[in-house]
Nanobody, 116 residues
Framework: QVQLVESGGGLVQAGGSLRLSCTASGSIFWIVAMGWYRQAPGKQRELVALITRSGSTNYADFVKGRFTISRDNAKNTAYLQMNDLNPEDTAVYYC??????????WGQGTQVTVSS
Protein backbone atom coordinates (compact mmCIF):
# COMPACT_ATOMS: atom_id res chain seq x y z
CA GLN A 1 0.00 0.00 0.00
CA VAL A 2 1.01 3.55 -0.74
CA GLN A 3 -0.37 6.62 0.96
CA LEU A 4 -0.23 10.00 -0.75
CA VAL A 5 -0.71 13.32 1.01
CA GLU A 6 -1.13 16.44 -1.09
CA SER A 7 -0.86 20.08 -0.18
CA GLY A 8 -0.52 23.47 -1.79
CA GLY A 9 -3.80 24.14 -3.52
CA GLY A 10 -5.77 27.33 -3.10
CA LEU A 11 -7.17 30.42 -4.74
CA VAL A 12 -5.01 32.55 -6.99
CA GLN A 13 -5.57 35.28 -9.55
CA ALA A 14 -4.93 34.72 -13.23
CA GLY A 15 -1.24 34.98 -13.97
CA GLY A 16 -0.31 33.83 -10.49
CA SER A 17 1.56 30.77 -9.27
CA LEU A 18 1.06 27.85 -6.93
CA ARG A 19 3.18 24.88 -5.94
CA LEU A 20 1.61 21.53 -5.13
CA SER A 21 3.37 18.91 -3.06
CA CYS A 22 2.69 15.19 -2.77
CA THR A 23 4.44 13.03 -0.18
CA ALA A 24 4.35 9.27 -0.48
CA SER A 25 4.66 6.75 2.32
CA GLY A 26 4.27 3.00 2.66
CA SER A 27 5.47 0.69 -0.11
CA ILE A 28 7.33 3.41 -1.97
CA PHE A 29 10.13 1.16 -3.21
CA TRP A 30 7.97 -0.13 -6.06
CA ILE A 31 6.86 3.30 -7.29
CA VAL A 32 8.19 3.85 -10.80
CA ALA A 33 6.47 7.14 -11.57
CA MET A 34 4.55 9.91 -9.86
CA GLY A 35 2.24 12.31 -11.54
CA TRP A 36 -0.41 14.95 -11.27
CA TYR A 37 -3.86 14.71 -12.80
CA ARG A 38 -6.72 17.14 -12.66
CA GLN A 39 -10.47 17.00 -12.93
CA ALA A 40 -12.66 20.00 -13.59
CA PRO A 41 -16.42 19.93 -12.95
CA GLY A 42 -18.21 17.93 -15.61
CA LYS A 43 -14.97 16.78 -17.21
CA GLN A 44 -12.90 13.62 -17.13
CA ARG A 45 -9.73 13.35 -15.13
CA GLU A 46 -6.73 14.21 -17.29
CA LEU A 47 -2.98 13.90 -17.03
CA VAL A 48 -1.12 17.11 -16.24
CA ALA A 49 2.45 15.89 -15.79
CA LEU A 50 4.40 12.89 -14.63
CA ILE A 51 7.95 12.11 -13.60
CA THR A 52 9.66 8.73 -13.50
CA ARG A 53 11.99 7.46 -10.85
CA SER A 54 14.90 8.27 -13.12
CA GLY A 55 13.69 11.83 -13.59
CA SER A 56 12.16 11.66 -17.06
CA THR A 57 9.16 13.95 -17.42
CA ASN A 58 6.07 14.16 -19.58
CA TYR A 59 3.63 17.07 -19.81
CA ALA A 60 0.22 17.65 -21.26
CA ASP A 61 0.34 20.12 -24.11
CA PHE A 62 -1.84 22.60 -22.27
CA VAL A 63 0.74 23.09 -19.48
CA LYS A 64 4.00 22.97 -21.39
CA GLY A 65 6.11 25.98 -20.58
CA ARG A 66 3.97 26.90 -17.56
CA PHE A 67 4.12 23.93 -15.19
CA THR A 68 7.16 22.03 -13.93
CA ILE A 69 7.11 18.67 -12.19
CA SER A 70 9.99 17.62 -9.98
CA ARG A 71 10.70 15.14 -7.22
CA ASP A 72 12.88 14.84 -4.16
CA ASN A 73 13.58 11.14 -3.75
CA ALA A 74 15.09 11.63 -0.31
CA LYS A 75 11.78 13.11 0.86
CA ASN A 76 9.58 10.82 -1.25
CA THR A 77 7.89 13.96 -2.49
CA ALA A 78 6.80 15.17 -5.89
CA TYR A 79 6.12 18.81 -6.69
CA LEU A 80 4.15 20.62 -9.33
CA GLN A 81 5.17 24.23 -9.84
CA MET A 82 2.38 26.02 -11.67
CA ASN A 83 3.06 29.42 -13.20
CA ASP A 84 0.98 31.74 -15.34
CA LEU A 85 -2.23 30.13 -14.17
CA ASN A 86 -5.46 30.87 -15.98
CA PRO A 87 -9.11 30.19 -15.11
CA GLU A 88 -9.09 27.07 -17.32
CA ASP A 89 -6.62 25.54 -14.85
CA THR A 90 -9.30 25.51 -12.16
CA ALA A 91 -9.80 21.91 -11.06
CA VAL A 92 -9.16 19.40 -8.34
CA TYR A 93 -5.58 18.21 -8.71
CA TYR A 94 -4.78 14.63 -7.78
CA CYS A 95 -1.40 13.09 -7.09
CA UNK A 96 -0.79 9.65 -8.56
CA UNK A 97 1.81 7.01 -7.79
CA UNK A 98 2.30 4.19 -10.28
CA UNK A 99 3.85 0.95 -9.12
CA UNK A 100 5.96 -1.39 -11.19
CA UNK A 101 3.26 -4.08 -11.03
CA UNK A 102 0.78 -1.68 -12.61
CA UNK A 103 -1.15 -0.61 -9.56
CA UNK A 104 -2.06 3.04 -9.14
CA UNK A 105 -2.59 5.01 -5.96
CA TRP A 106 -4.29 8.37 -5.63
CA GLY A 107 -4.19 11.24 -3.21
CA GLN A 108 -7.30 12.87 -1.81
CA GLY A 109 -7.10 15.79 -4.21
CA THR A 110 -6.45 19.46 -3.68
CA GLN A 111 -8.56 22.27 -5.11
CA VAL A 112 -6.94 24.86 -7.34
CA THR A 113 -9.10 27.85 -8.23
CA VAL A 114 -7.92 30.57 -10.58
CA SER A 115 -9.95 33.77 -10.69
CA SER A 116 -10.04 36.05 -13.71
Amino acid sequence: QVQLVESGGGLVQAGGSLRLSCTASGSIFWIVAMGWYRQAPGKQRELVALITRSGSTNYADFVKGRFTISRDNAKNTAYLQMNDLNPEDTAVYYCNAHQQAGRDYWGQGTQVTVSS
